[in-house]
């Protein structure tokens, strides 16, 4: 039932193309579309995919890099209530294959980059009945006439499955996060009053849109009638020239992005123009962030979420609280807890846990985790951390069943790299933990022992690993060992491999 209290995503879009129509929304490869143009496409596919007569909550999976469809399907899966599977194009053959049995997609879309690892995967599945390449026939389902979608998307339903992202394997396979419409418009929401976000404003859409914090400062900006620069490739030169001819106010970054770019910036005789620039946001170490605060005179804002919670939680300019993850956002209630729940007091260290409307719905086909992951009615992030007096979160890594290495800024869980290296004939046992690496701020390294008469090379084992996982999960470097340290009751004793084996690159 459509509600007078709803509020959709498509419905954003259709305020822009009324308030703001002929100021730009998307500027892509030399090319522009207005707000106007942008809600004309989005109501031309979202009548053009009425047309495949799909049930409420039929997955639509997207494999591709940034593009301006991301926005199209954005509409369009709110108006008729279909569900957006956004794929990791980073991801191995077999992961990839999980993704596609763990949501059964009816229609999947790819760009030509992911032809030949995507393409096999559809034809030996029988469920998916639509699939559309973007550089050949996406856009002919687009309909010739917007007319009728409106009407169409008065049935959407905000509180219904809209999204899912699957996030690192705590168990060995990458489990879906599930939000709503409604979890994605607050979420954003907040960034808009945080980060200042209107119409005057350009953001970089640098951050690959599977991944939740792209989703959140892309869609953030147009929500706030603003304008989205989409880059489909990462280049520092190329980032510097849409900085100064687009006059970009904010970008997300991960590392090393941003290094990238200063190295860009300080190799050029004079100094390039990025007085547009205004916050950049993301994970950085401070001696980086002040370096590029320095360059560029705007700020840099640190942050914490996950996709489990739509997004970004705290946030704040890194150097307001020194060594801080950010102040709690307005939307979340959030405690550090023991193992029973309790909260503890400010300085003591305990489980994040958050409650409010940005958590997640749950995993998806995933009854007994979700179970797990909201008892006693919060949800458990797995990460530990400290609250200040001042409401600043200080982020102090992962529970130990739940540790998590984060190789620029994406999601990495042992457990998941660690089978990958016993899969090997020639490995017995395996422990992956994260390391401190000045590139991409945090690496994966492995230390295996071997069966009786086996040998493999590292770089060996390291190809193997790439052929069966994606490559950002792969260890960049790995330790040989003859025995490997144990505890009483039979287990790898992480702790004593990571003290001696725990240092960085």
């Not at 143009?37 to 639509?60: I, K, P």
């Not at 970009?248 to 990025?274: H, K, M, Y």
């Not at 998941?416 to 004939?425: A, D, G, P, Q, Y």
Request: hydrophobic share 40%; charged share 20%.
């Amino acid at each position: 039932m459509n509600m007078p209290h709803q509020l959709t995503v498509f419905d954003f879009f259709h305020r822009n193309a009324r308030m703001n129509g002929p100021e730009c929304a998307l500027f892509y490869n030399g090319e522009t579309r207005s707000h106007s143009e942008l809600f004309d496409d989005a109501c031309r596919l979202t009548n053009g995919m009425a047309q495949l007569n799909l049930a409420a909550g039929t997955r639509v999976a997207v494999a591709a890099k940034n593009h301006p469809a991301f926005f199209h399907l954005f509409a369009s899966a709110s108006a008729l209530n279909l569900c957006l599977v956004l794929i990791n194009r980073r991801l191995g053959e077999d992961e990839l294959a999980h993704v596609l049995d763990d949501t059964t997609p009816q229609v999947v879309i790819y760009d030509d980059e992911m032809r030949d690892q995507i393409v096999p995967l559809i034809q030996a599945r029988t469920g998916i009945d639509h699939s559309f390449n973007l550089a050949e026939d996406f856009f002919s389902l687009y309909a010739p006439d917007p007319q009728g979608a409106v009407e169409l998307a008065a049935g959407s339903d905000p509180d219904l499955a809209y999204m899912i992202i699957h996030t690192a394997a705590v168990q060995g396979k990458p489990r879906g996060a599930v939000l709503s419409q409604a979890n994605l418009i607050l979420a954003n929401l907040q960034l808009m009053h945080a980060y200042g976000l209107d119409k005057t404003k350009t953001y970089l859409n640098i951050l690959p849109l599977f991944h939740i914090m792209g989703v959140n400062i892309g869609l953030g900006t147009l929500m706030a009638g603003g304008k989205n620069v989409i880059m489909d490739q990462f280049s520092p030169q190329a980032g510097l020239d849409l900085i100064r001819e687009q006059h970009v106010s904010i970008f997300g970054s991960f590392p090393p992005i941003l290094a990238r770019i200063l190295e860009c910036i300080q190799s050029r005789d004079t100094p390039p123009d990025l007085s547009s620039l205004e916050i950049v946001a993301g994970l950085e170490n401070p001696e980086t962030a002040g370096q590029w605060e320095a360059a560029t005179g705007s700020k840099f804002w640190i942050m914490y979420g996950q996709t489990e919670t739509s997004g970004l939680i705290t946030f704040s300019p890194i150097f307001e609280a020194p060594g801080s993850a950010g102040r709690v956002s307005p939307l979340v209630r959030m405690i550090v807890a023991d193992d029973l729940d309790n909260a503890l007091p400010p300085g003591s260290t305990g489980e994040i846990l958050v409650k409010g409307p940005l958590v997640f719905k749950g995993y998806w086909n995933a009854d007994d985790l979700n179970a797990f992951t909201f008892r006693n009615g919060w949800h458990h992030t797995g990460d530990m951390g400290q609250m200040d007096e001042n409401g600043y979160l200080h982020f102090k890594g992962r529970k130990p069943e739940k540790e998590l290495i984060k190789p620029g800024g994406e999601n990495v869980f042992p457990a998941e790299v660690e089978n990958v290296l016993e899969s090997h004939e020639a490995v017995d046992k395996a422990c992956v933990f994260g390391v401190p690496d000045a590139e991409f701020g945090e690496a994966v390294k492995a230390v295996c022992t071997l069966n009786a008469g086996c040998t493999v090379e590292e770089k060996e084992l390291i190809a193997y690993t790439g052929t069966l996982i994606a490559g950002f999960k792969k260890p960049k470097t790995i330790v040989f060992i003859d025995k490997m340290p144990m505890t009483p009751a039979g287990q790898i004793d992480r702790f004593a491999v990571k003290e001696k084996y725990g240092k960085g690159q």
